[in-house]
C-alpha cells in the first residue's frame, strides 16, 4: 500500500447529520497526470480512479455515515498521493461533475460552477477544500477564496509550517 495522508472528518456543520453530508474527492493521478476520482474500500483506502467517458461521478460520492469509522467512531479514511487534488463536501446531494471530452487525449473533471444557475448543482449546497499529497509532503487549503458556503476547518498537528489549524470554524449563520 505505501505511504498514505490519514483523514478524519467529523461533522460539525450543525445543519446536517452523516447520513446527509457526501464526500467526492477529484484529483490528478501522479503517474499519469489523468483525472480520477477517489474510490474508497471497505478499510477506508482511497484509490485514484482514472475517468473514462461513462465515468459517472456519484460512484464517487461518499456520506460521511458510510465511511469507515475509527475507535472515537468518526469517518477515517487513507489517502494514497495525489496532485491538485479537492475535497467536496455537499449536503443533501452529492455534486455531479461532468466530464469535458473536448480533447480526447484528455479528459476533464469538470468543477461545479456556483455562480451558474444552468450548473446541476447550483441549488447544492457545498463546499471544497483543495490539496496536494505527494512525496514531498502535504499542501492543504480550506479555500473560501473562490465563494463561501460551509464551515470547513483542518487541522494538521505535524505541519512543518507551525500552521497547525486553518479555515472558518463556527456556525454558517454566524460566519455569514
Given at each position: 500500500?505505501?505511504?498514505?495522508?490519514?483523514?478524519?472528518?467529523?461533522?460539525?456543520?450543525?445543519?446536517?447529520?452523516?447520513?446527509?453530508?457526501?464526500?467526492?474527492?477529484?484529483?490528478?493521478?501522479?503517474?499519469?497526470?489523468?483525472?480520477?476520482?477517489?474510490?474508497?474500500?471497505?478499510?477506508?483506502?482511497?484509490?485514484?480512479?482514472?475517468?473514462?467517458?461513462?465515468t459517472q461521478s456519484i460512484n464517487y460520492a461518499?456520506?460521511?455515515?458510510?465511511?469507515?469509522?475509527?475507535?472515537?467512531?468518526?469517518?477515517?479514511?487513507?489517502?494514497?498521493?495525489?496532485?491538485?487534488?479537492?475535497?467536496?463536501?455537499?449536503?443533501?446531494?452529492?455534486?455531479?461533475?461532468?466530464?469535458?471530452?473536448?480533447?480526447?487525449?484528455?479528459?476533464?473533471?469538470?468543477?461545479?460552477?456556483?455562480?451558474?444557475?444552468?450548473?446541476?448543482?447550483?441549488?447544492?449546497?457545498?463546499?471544497?477544500?483543495?490539496?496536494?499529497?505527494?512525496?514531498?509532503?502535504?499542501?492543504?487549503?480550506?479555500?473560501?477564496?473562490?465563494?463561501?458556503?460551509?464551515?470547513?476547518?483542518?487541522?494538521?498537528?505535524t505541519s512543518t509550517s507551525g500552521v497547525?489549524?486553518?479555515?472558518?470554524?463556527?456556525?454558517?449563520?454566524?460566519?455569514?
Amino acid at each position: 500500500m505505501g505511504k498514505t495522508m490519514p483523514i478524519v472528518i467529523k461533522n460539525q456543520v450543525g445543519i446536517a447529520d452523516d447520513a446527509n453530508v457526501y464526500v467526492t474527492i477529484k484529483a490528478l493521478e501522479p503517474a499519469t497526470g489523468k483525472d480520477c476520482f477517489v474510490k474508497f474500500d471497505a478499510t477506508g483506502l482511497g484509490t485514484c480512479v482514472p475517468v473514462t467517458l461513462a465515468t459517472q461521478s456519484i460512484n464517487y460520492a461518499h456520506k460521511i455515515s458510510d465511511l469507515p469509522k475509527n475507535a472515537d467512531n468518526q469517518a477515517s479514511i487513507q489517502l494514497q498521493q495525489v496532485d491538485s487534488g479537492r475535497i467536496y463536501f455537499s449536503i443533501n446531494y452529492p455534486i455531479n461533475f461532468s466530464i469535458d471530452s473536448t480533447n480526447p487525449n484528455r479528459l476533464v473533471i469538470v468543477d461545479p460552477d456556483g455562480f451558474k444557475m444552468r450548473d446541476e448543482n447550483y441549488y447544492t449546497l457545498y463546499d471544497k477544500v483543495e490539496f496536494t499529497y505527494n512525496g514531498n509532503g502535504v499542501w492543504i487549503n480550506p479555500t473560501a477564496v473562490d465563494f463561501f458556503s460551509l464551515p470547513i476547518q483542518i487541522s494538521q498537528a505535524t505541519s512543518t509550517s507551525g500552521v497547525t489549524n486553518a479555515g472558518l470554524h463556527g456556525s454558517r449563520a454566524d460566519i455569514i
